[in-house]
Protein backbone atom coordinates (compact mmCIF):
# COMPACT_ATOMS: atom_id res chain seq x y z
CA UNK A 1 0.00 0.00 0.00
CA UNK A 2 1.85 3.31 -1.03
CA UNK A 3 2.39 5.98 2.11
CA UNK A 4 2.09 8.98 1.00
CA UNK A 5 3.83 12.02 3.42
CA UNK A 6 3.20 15.70 3.25
CA UNK A 7 5.49 18.35 4.60
CA UNK A 8 6.12 22.17 4.21
CA UNK A 9 3.07 23.89 6.24
CA UNK A 10 3.65 26.11 9.33
CA UNK A 11 2.27 29.61 10.58
CA UNK A 12 2.78 32.46 8.26
CA UNK A 13 1.95 36.41 7.45
CA UNK A 14 -0.61 36.70 5.18
CA UNK A 15 0.62 37.49 2.06
CA UNK A 16 3.57 35.15 2.85
CA UNK A 17 4.34 31.42 1.35
CA UNK A 18 5.53 28.05 1.71
CA UNK A 19 6.38 25.36 -0.34
CA UNK A 20 4.03 22.01 0.08
CA UNK A 21 5.80 18.57 -0.48
CA UNK A 22 4.27 14.99 -0.96
CA UNK A 23 7.09 11.98 -1.10
CA UNK A 24 6.52 8.59 -0.80
CA UNK A 25 8.85 5.71 -0.60
CA UNK A 26 8.67 2.43 -2.77
CA UNK A 27 7.07 3.98 -5.27
CA UNK A 28 7.52 6.23 -8.14
CA UNK A 29 5.24 9.46 -7.84
CA UNK A 30 5.58 10.41 -11.44
CA UNK A 31 3.41 7.15 -12.42
CA UNK A 32 0.69 8.59 -10.37
CA UNK A 33 -1.66 11.27 -11.08
CA UNK A 34 -1.29 13.34 -7.98
CA UNK A 35 -3.94 15.64 -6.20
CA UNK A 36 -3.79 18.83 -3.58
CA UNK A 37 -6.83 19.27 -1.36
CA UNK A 38 -7.40 21.07 1.78
CA UNK A 39 -9.66 20.86 4.63
CA UNK A 40 -10.56 23.59 7.50
CA UNK A 41 -12.61 22.25 10.29
CA UNK A 42 -16.71 22.14 10.23
CA UNK A 43 -15.88 22.07 6.25
CA UNK A 44 -15.84 20.04 3.77
CA UNK A 45 -12.72 18.54 1.86
CA UNK A 46 -11.79 20.57 -1.57
CA UNK A 47 -9.85 19.94 -4.42
CA UNK A 48 -6.88 22.58 -4.76
CA UNK A 49 -4.83 21.94 -7.32
CA UNK A 50 -3.61 18.25 -9.19
CA UNK A 51 -1.08 17.28 -11.88
CA UNK A 52 -1.80 14.18 -14.51
CA UNK A 53 0.70 11.55 -14.87
CA UNK A 54 0.45 12.17 -18.51
CA UNK A 55 2.18 15.21 -19.58
CA UNK A 56 1.95 16.66 -16.21
CA UNK A 57 -1.50 18.85 -16.62
CA UNK A 58 -2.19 20.78 -14.13
CA UNK A 59 -5.46 22.10 -12.28
CA UNK A 60 -6.62 24.74 -10.14
CA UNK A 61 -9.44 25.27 -7.64
CA UNK A 62 -10.33 29.20 -8.78
CA UNK A 63 -9.58 30.30 -5.52
CA UNK A 64 -6.42 29.35 -5.96
CA UNK A 65 -5.55 30.22 -9.55
CA UNK A 66 -2.57 32.33 -10.15
CA UNK A 67 -1.32 32.00 -6.62
CA UNK A 68 -0.58 28.41 -6.20
CA UNK A 69 1.46 26.55 -8.52
CA UNK A 70 2.02 22.27 -8.20
CA UNK A 71 4.99 20.78 -10.29
CA UNK A 72 6.66 17.77 -9.75
CA UNK A 73 10.25 17.17 -8.35
CA UNK A 74 11.52 14.03 -9.84
CA UNK A 75 14.55 14.00 -8.35
CA UNK A 76 13.30 13.63 -5.31
CA UNK A 77 10.46 11.84 -6.36
CA UNK A 78 7.90 14.49 -4.68
CA UNK A 79 5.12 16.66 -5.88
CA UNK A 80 4.94 20.31 -4.37
CA UNK A 81 2.21 22.81 -4.14
CA UNK A 82 3.80 26.47 -3.96
CA UNK A 83 1.41 28.63 -1.97
CA UNK A 84 2.04 32.34 -2.88
CA UNK A 85 -0.21 35.31 -1.66
CA UNK A 86 -1.54 33.06 1.10
CA UNK A 87 -4.60 34.48 3.00
CA UNK A 88 -6.24 33.73 6.41
CA UNK A 89 -8.70 31.74 4.07
CA UNK A 90 -6.54 29.64 3.12
CA UNK A 91 -6.00 27.89 6.42
CA UNK A 92 -6.36 24.32 6.22
CA UNK A 93 -5.07 20.61 6.83
CA UNK A 94 -3.43 20.29 3.38
CA UNK A 95 -2.91 16.35 2.14
CA UNK A 96 -1.66 14.81 -1.34
CA UNK A 97 -3.71 11.89 -2.60
CA UNK A 98 -2.71 9.78 -5.27
CA UNK A 99 -4.60 8.15 -8.21
CA UNK A 100 -2.70 5.30 -9.48
CA UNK A 101 -5.85 3.98 -11.99
CA UNK A 102 -5.60 7.66 -14.15
CA UNK A 103 -5.58 7.03 -17.79
CA UNK A 104 -6.31 10.15 -19.32
CA UNK A 105 -4.48 13.01 -20.06
CA UNK A 106 -6.11 15.53 -17.63
CA UNK A 107 -6.33 15.31 -13.58
CA UNK A 108 -9.26 15.73 -11.52
CA UNK A 109 -10.64 17.49 -8.49
CA UNK A 110 -14.33 16.62 -8.57
CA UNK A 111 -14.36 13.21 -7.17
CA UNK A 112 -12.22 12.14 -3.96
CA UNK A 113 -13.35 9.11 -4.34
CA UNK A 114 -11.19 8.70 -7.60
CA UNK A 115 -8.04 8.72 -5.21
CA UNK A 116 -6.48 5.75 -3.70
CA UNK A 117 -3.90 6.99 -1.20
CA UNK A 118 -4.15 9.67 0.86
CA UNK A 119 -1.19 11.12 3.28
CA UNK A 120 -1.99 12.00 6.53
CA UNK A 121 -2.13 16.21 6.15
CA UNK A 122 -0.25 19.30 6.89
CA UNK A 123 -1.37 22.37 8.85
CA UNK A 124 -1.27 25.53 6.59
CA UNK A 125 -1.99 28.62 9.03
CA UNK A 126 -2.42 32.20 7.69
CA UNK A 127 -2.73 34.32 10.42
CA UNK A 128 -1.28 37.74 11.70
Known amino acids: QMQLEESGGGLVQPGGSLTLSCTTFGFTLDYYAIGWFRQAPGKEREGVSC????????DYADSVKGRFTISRDSAKNAVNLHLNGLQPEDTAIYYC?????????????????????WGQGTQVTVSS
Open 97 to 117: AADIYAARPMCHLIDLSEYDF
Open 51 to 58: ISNYGNVT
